[in-house]
């Protein structure tokens, strides 16, 4: 009889599917079944179109059960049907993400037969986030139980850590996408490209307050006052998008300023390939995979030190830059060193693009995955 490992996630996305595709070939080749199974097809804030085409892997969709969260655009999945789908499917191990209403069923679930269950996390700890009591307890409670850990980088490690979980169950995985699509797309798009000697800026995002898009307005008037052929692109929409437009006017700014609007995954590369400099001001952001396309397709980057991926992708000055965007004037003063030193910028985006081939590649992430999984297999009959 085969093994089988399952993955229950929230929603089918660009990002994920070239993942679990890819762990479905590795997992093949040990003569172990994936499953995945999703909470929902979509919901309102995703706007992506999913070719489920393009999936190799097995899987399914729960009943779309969710309940909104006050006026947010955050969904709580209730993952209706998991009990009954866990029991036809019988699974050895299955992997379910964050804290979410799967892994308290499968928490329930430990306490009678039931398959090893691994935590499947990205959350950290940074500036102005601090979890209540009540949360800190649920989330101690359920990684007392869980048979091991698969972490996005290292600043989700040490916050599995600080619950309890030992580093020695813990893996990374590094949280990451089809990076070799952007690298080849945006190669193939820089063949006979002509630049047009304007400046672009750079940033791609859904457009919430904690994105901290207003901070780039904040460099973008202190630099418009220095040069003037630049503008800054934004990639992305959202509740704030309003708001922001509102404010660049207010700024008087709005002509060094392009709002884009969301687009699709095919869609991106050109933007890469035009970009001089791709910024990521986020506030909050667990990881950042807008930071690990901007740098696979080899565009120098300027990234949050407060955004996940920052520690585990910039080696500041070598891979791209890591800053406060607090500070708008040291902002400034990369930028403008960026816009002024070509070549060398350049060559920092080149270093980017080989350190994301060699440490953030779907393989290495999913090589992450594996290693969790036969962890967890020695302990419960070694499934790989």
């Known amino acids: 009889m085969h093994k089988k490992v399952m993955v229950i996630t ?200 904690k994105k901290r898009v207003d901070l780039l307005f904040s460099a973008v008037q202190l630099l418009s006052k220095e040069r003037r052929g630049f503008k800054l692109v934004i990639v992305g929409d959202g509740p704030y998008r309003k708001p922001l437009e509102e404010l660049s006017a207010r700024m008087g700014i709005s002509d060094f300023i392009s709002f884009e609007g969301f687009r699709q995954k095919p869609e991106i590369p050109g933007y890469l390939t035009r970009a001089d400099c791709f910024l990521f001001p986020s506030e909050y952001d667990v990881w950042g995979l807008v930071l690990v396309e901007a740098m696979a397709a080899g565009v120098p980057c300027i990234s949050s030190i407060y955004a996940g991926a920052t520690r585990d992708l910039i080696v500041d000055g070598e891979t791209g830059f890591a800053m406060d965007f607090e500070d708008r004037e040291k902002v400034v003063e990369r930028i403008l060193w960026i816009l002024n030193n070509r070549e060398e910028a350049k060559k920092i985006g080149r270093n980017a693009a080989l350190f994301i081939k060699k440490n953030a590649s779907l393989q290495s992430s999913v090589t992450g995955f594996i290693h969790a999984i036969e962890k967890i297999g020695n302990v419960i009959g070694n499934v790989i």
Not at 59 to 72: A, D, E, M, N, V
Not at 114 to 124: A, E, L, M, R, Y
Not at 167 to 196: F, H, M, Q, V, W
């Open 10 to 209: 929230n929603i089918p996305n660009p990002y994920r599917i070239p993942l679990f595709n890819l762990l479905h070939k590795r997992l093949k080749r040990e003569g172990v079944q994936l499953k995945v199974v999703f909470a929902a097809k979509g919901y309102k804030r995703r706007q992506w179109i999913i070719d489920m085409k393009t999936t190799r892997f097995d899987c399914s969709f729960l009943k779309p059960t969710r309940i909104k969260l006050g006026k947010s655009e955050k969904v709580l999945f209730l993952y209706n049907g998991l009990f009954k789908e866990i029991r036809r499917e019988k699974p050895d191990i299955v992997i379910s993400i964050g804290f979410s209403t799967a892994t308290l069923k499968l928490w329930l679930l430990s306490f009678i037969k039931s398959p090893g269950f691994i935590i499947w996390s990205g959350t950290i700890t940074t500036k102005g986030r601090k979890d209540s009591f009540l949360r800190r307890i649920y989330r101690k409670v359920l990684v007392r139980r869980a048979s091991g850990f698969i972490a996005y980088g290292t600043r989700a490690k040490k916050y599995l850590q600080d619950l309890g979980a030992e580093a020695g169950k813990i893996e990374i995985a590094i949280n990451t996408t089809d990076t070799e699509y952007y690298r080849k797309e945006t190669e193939s798009l820089r063949t006979g490209y002509l630049d047009p000697g304007s400046e672009t800026l750079l940033y791609i995002g859904h457009l919430t307050y």
